[in-house]
């Protein structure tokens, strides 16, 4: 099946710095959302993005479908960033989406 | 923004009970999946659903779990004989074309 994986596993900044995280996948797919799951447990959806460019705030991502990866970049860190960062794909032909293990992100005060 | 809800948050059962995990997904959602992530580990798959009945499944989907949607809102994972390994988060997610919602999720401790 795809293989996803995601770098840097751990990841440390001080409060302010910027961030780039990386996903990379092993086939083609349909769709790649990235999540921050949240100290609750929360998973919640940051972008939907299986191609090109977008921007939220101080997050964007991009998504470079040809070459099976994708970034997403944080910009001026906040302490509220901590937590993890999953990207997720839904394989092509697929009825379900397949997560990374994820970039534990701890941003210090 | 429409959600997923999830009930119970967290439920904690003995081992060998049986426990039922309820879902609401989105209402114009045809798509609907059951994920488990084990403390501190990746969210894993375990079963997709559409027109009632189970589109593909993983391995760690047995014959100990079972889904079903009981009426027009409600989608369940039922887990017969529960073992202290099923311990999870589990999370309950829809999908209308390739995106997908998860709900907040149901802690699960088993005793």
């Known amino acids: 099946g795809i293989q996803v994986e995601q770098s840097p596993p751990d990841l440390i900044l001080q409060e302010g710095a910027n961030s780039t995280l990386r996903c990379n996948f092993s086939d083609s797919v349909n769709n790649l959302q990235w999540f921050h799951q949240n100290p609750w447990g929360q998973l919640i959806n940051l972008f939907y993005i299986p191609s090109g460019t977008k921007q939220n705030g101080r997050l964007s991502a991009t998504t470079v479908a040809t070459e099976r990866y994708s970034l997403l970049y944080i910009s001026s860190s906040q302490t509220t960033d901590s937590g993890v960062y999953f990207c997720a794909v839904e394989p092509t032909g697929g009825f379900k989406t397949i997560f990374g293990a994820g970039t534990r992100l701890f941003v210090k005060a | 923004e429409p959600e997923v809800t999830q009930t119970p948050s967290h439920q904690v059962t003995q081992m060998g009970q049986e426990v039922i995990l309820r879902c609401v997904p989105i209402?114009?959602?045809?798509?609907f999946y059951w994920y488990r992530q084990i403390l501190g580990q990746k969210v894993e798959f375990l079963v997709s659903?559409?027109?009632?009945?189970?589109?593909?499944k993983s391995e760690i989907f047995d014959d100990q779990f079972s889904v079903e949607r009981p009426d027009g809102s409600n989608f369940t994972l039922k887990i017969r004989s529960t073992k202290l390994e099923d311990s999870a988060m589990y999370f309950c997610?829809?999908?209308?074309?390739?995106?997908?919602?998860f709900g907040s999720g149901t802690r699960l401790t088993v005793v």
């Open positions: 659903f559409y027109n009632n009945e189970i589109s593909e």
């Open positions: 997610a829809s999908s209308i074309l390739t995106f997908y919602t």
């Open positions: 209402s114009n959602h045809l798509y």
